[in-house]
């Protein structure tokens, strides 16, 4: 099922916060998987937690809109 129109998109708390501050973006960690990857992040490096140890992600202009759990596998391959 998709999320109405409109109630827009969900962003958690955290993910707002790192709006404004555009500078500290590159070392924070994201432990909301939910989240989408918002534009203002586009060319850094986020920590994603995927349950065991955050992974290491680096944030390009095609990730963009995808939810950030996507890019953090939580199996072994």
């Known amino acids: 099922p998709r999320r109405s ?3 827009g998109s969900f962003v958690d708390a955290f993910s707002s916060k790192m709006r404004s501050k555009r500078e500290n973006i590159s070392s924070r960690k994201i432990r909301s998987r939910r989240s989408p990857i918002l534009p203002e992040s586009v ?5 994603i937690y995927n349950g065991k140890t955050p992974a290491r ?5 095609g990730k963009v809109g995808h939810k950030s759990g996507e890019f953090a596998y939580t199996r072994k391959r």
């Open 43 to 47: 060319d850094c490096f986020v920590q």
């Open 57 to 61: 992600c680096k944030i390009t202009e």
């Open 5 to 7: 129109i409109w109630k």
